[in-house]
Every structure is written in structure tokens, then in C-alpha cells.
């Protein structure tokens, strides 16, 4: 069974800085796309950033979050930078079957979300 389970949300002020993990278990990473969504309040879910065959951004976070993954430890990270009031909301984390990777593709496997806050 997939499980990934999403952590390192919080509260921060602006200008802070978060660090998300997102482990899996019952699936390998490596070589797969994974990806971070989130979820604002009475919000669509949006893309925030993916790594696969491409890292790709959204344009709302460039050059403040950054993407990685750990494929030993069989995890999934965002370090969050700079954080903006706008970024509040529910993270995801979620995979793919295959490397192949868009903000846009659909996603198979999802994480239940960690929230974060940043306050003003």
C-alpha cells in the first residue's frame, strides 16, 4: 500500500523559511516524478513545484522554494524561502507511476497535506 506522509508544515512570519519532507512507503521515488501542490483556502489546488525527467516551478515561487528529493531515505522535500503571506495553505506532496513530470500531469499517489501558515 502507497502511503506519503507529508511534514515540517507550521506557522512562520514573512521572510521565514519552512523545510517540507514528504516520505513514502510501499513506493520508491527514484525514478518516478513527484511533486508539491497546495491548497488554499476557497482555492483551487495549484502546482508548486515537480521533479522528474524536469524540475519545473511555478512562477509564484521561483528563485524563493526549491525542490529536491532523497532517494535512499525514499524522500521528498521543499525547502520554502522567503515566505509570503500568499503562500499559506495545505501542502502536498504527491508521485507518479512514471518519471515523466509537468505542474499539469495528473498525479496517482497523494499525501493527506501539512498546513502552512505564514502570518504578516
Known amino acids: 500500500q502507497v502511503q506519503l506522509a507529508e511534514s515540517g508544515g507550521g506557522s512562520v512570519q514573512a521572510g521565514g523559511s519552512l523545510r517540507l519532507a514528504c516520505a513514502a512507503s510501499?513506493?520508491?521515488?527514484?525514478?518516478?516524478?513527484m511533486g508539491w501542490f497546495r491548497q488554499a483556502a476557497g482555492k483551487e489546488r495549484e502546482g508548486v513545484a515537480v521533479?522528474?525527467?524536469?524540475?519545473t516551478y511555478a512562477d509564484s515561487v521561483k528563485g524563493r522554494f526549491t525542490i529536491s528529493r532523497d532517494n535512499v531515505e525514499n524522500t521528498l522535500y521543499l525547502q520554502m524561502d522567503s515566505l509570503k503571506p500568499e503562500d499559506t495553505a495545505m501542502y502536498y506532496c504527491?508521485?507518479?507511476?512514471?518519471?515523466?513530470?509537468?505542474?499539469?500531469?495528473?498525479?496517482?499517489?497523494w499525501g493527506q497535506g501539512t498546513p502552512v501558515t505564514v502570518s504578516s
Open positions: 504527491a508521485g507518479r507511476s512514471n518519471v515523466y513530470c509537468g505542474l499539469g500531469y495528473s498525479f496517482v499517489y
Open positions: 521533479i522528474g525527467d524536469f524540475i
Open positions: 510501499g513506493y520508491t521515488i527514484g525514478r518516478k516524478c
